[in-house]
T-cell receptor, first 113, second 110 residues
Framework: NAGVTQTPKFRVLKTGQSMTLLCAQDMNHEYMYWYRQDPGMGLRLIHY???????AKGEVPDGYNVSRLKKQNFLLGLESAAPSQTSVYFC????????????FGPGTRLLVL | GEDVEQSLFLSVREGDSSVINCTYT??????LYWYKQEPGAGLQLLTY?????DMKQDQRLTVLLNKKDKHLSLRIADTQTGDSAIYFC??????????FGAGTTVTVRA
C-alpha cells in the first residue's frame, strides 16, 4: 500500500493563478481531510469529506474549493491564488472519522508570489 | 488550533528524558493523540490515550492524562537524536474532526 500520496510536492504560483492539489489514498478510507500548516499555528482544517460525493467546510475554507468524485481521491483547488495561501498543505484520511487514526500524506509546499 | 495549546520549543540532552506538555479545552474529547512530524514529512501517529485512562506506556513513551486539569503530557525516555522532530498534541472534538496544537519542536543535543 502506498498509503496517502500528494501531487505535486512543491509548486510556485503567481498571484491570481489557479491550481489543483491532488490527494490519493489506497486504504479504502471514507473520510479525507485537507489541512494547511503555517509556522506557530499547527494544522488548520480547510475542508473535509465524509464520503464519495460529499464535502464540508473546515476552519479556514475561504479561497479554496474541493471535490471528492472518487472515494480514493480528494482534490483541493485554488481558483485565484493569493500570497496568504503560501503554506504547506497536508492531506489525511481515516477509516471512519475523528476517533480513528488519521494517516497523513507527505505534504505539498506552495509558494505564492 | 486555538483549543489545544503547547509550548513551542524544547531542547534536551541526548540520553535525558523529554517531557512535552499540552492543554486542551474540550472536556468531551474521547481520544487524545500525539503525532510526530520529521523534517519534510507528514504527521505520523505516535500514540494515543482514551479519556478514561490516566496513563499509557509504550516502550520509551509514557502518556499522562489529567482530565480534571485538561492536561496531557508525553514523556520520551532516553531521548535520541532521531527523536528530534515536531510533536503535535491533538484532541477529537467531534465525530469527524481533530483539533491540533501548534506543535512543540524538540531539539536533541549531544
Amino acid at each position: 500500500n502506498a498509503g496517502v500520496t500528494q501531487t505535486p510536492k512543491f509548486r510556485v504560483l503567481k498571484t491570481g493563478q489557479s491550481m489543483t492539489l491532488l490527494c490519493a489514498q489506497d486504504m479504502n478510507h471514507e473520510y479525507m481531510y485537507w489541512y494547511r500548516q503555517d509556522p506557530g499555528m499547527g494544522l488548520r482544517l480547510i475542508h473535509y469529506s465524509v464520503g464519495e460525493g460529499t464535502t464540508a467546510k473546515g476552519e479556514v475554507p475561504d479561497g479554496y474549493n474541493v471535490s471528492r468524485l472518487k472515494k480514493q481521491n480528494f482534490l483541493l483547488g485554488l481558483e485565484s491564488a493569493a500570497p496568504s495561501q503560501t503554506s504547506v498543505y497536508f492531506c489525511a484520511s481515516t477509516r471512519t472519522g475523528g476517533k480513528e487514526t488519521q494517516y497523513f500524506g507527505p505534504g505539498t509546499r506552495l509558494l505564492v508570489l | 488550533g486555538e483549543d489545544v495549546e503547547q509550548s513551542l520549543f524544547l531542547s534536551v540532552r541526548e540520553g535525558d528524558s523529554s517531557v512535552i506538555n499540552c492543554t486542551y479545552t474540550d472536556s468531551s474529547s474521547t481520544y487524545l493523540y500525539w503525532y510526530k512530524q520529521e523534517p519534510g514529512a507528514g504527521l505520523q501517529l505516535l500514540t494515543y490515550i482514551f479519556s478514561n485512562m490516566d496513563m499509557k506506556q509504550d516502550q520509551r513513551l509514557t502518556v499522562l492524562l489529567n482530565k480534571k486539569d485538561k492536561h496531557l503530557s508525553l514523556r520520551i525516555a532516553d531521548t535520541q537524536t532521531g527523536d528530534s522532530a515536531i510533536y503535535f498534541c491533538a484532541e477529537n472534538t467531534n465525530d469527524y474532526k481533530l483539533s491540533f496544537g501548534a506543535g512543540t519542536t524538540v531539539t536533541v543535543r549531544a
